[in-house]
């Protein structure tokens, strides 16, 4: 059964980096996966960060996080990677990762991690 956990998340000032990692466990190979990174912050709903599709390679960023983000994988680790570069306030927000279904217009998910929290605060 697929598992997924997630780790990096903290506490970072504006304009700052942080790299979240997703270790895929129960399964044999995240290559065959499409994979995505959601966030929540309070009082608003989960939203579609960035995804990554399986065979094609096809990438998806919200328009928030374009130039910003970059979603990776690592087939061998079975890991995933968000890279989170000059990072603004309103990023803050509990991070989740997930495997689902991404294409250039949309992003889903089937199963998700439990969440790391990113505050970015001066």
């Known amino acids: 059964q697929l598992q997924l956990v997630e780790s990096g998340g903290g506490l970072v000032q504006p304009g700052g980096s942080l790299r979240l990692t997703c270790i895929a466990s129960g399964i044999a190979s995240l290559n065959y996966y499409d994979i995505a990174w959601f966030r929540q912050a309070p009082g608003k709903e989960r939203e579609g960060v960035a995804c990554?599709?399986?065979?094609?390679?096809?990438?998806n960023y919200a328009n928030s996080v374009k130039g910003r983000f970059t979603i990776s994988r690592d087939g061998a680790r079975n890991a995933m990677y968000l890279q989170m570069n000059n990072l603004k306030p309103e990023d803050s927000a509990v991070y989740y990762c997930?495997?689902?279904?991404?294409?250039?217009?949309?992003?889903?998910?089937?199963?998700w991690g439990q969440g790391t929290q990113v505050t970015v605060s001066s």
């Open positions: 997930a495997t689902g279904d991404c294409s250039e217009d949309s992003m889903s998910a089937h199963t």
């Open positions: 990554l599709e399986s065979t094609k390679r096809t990438t």
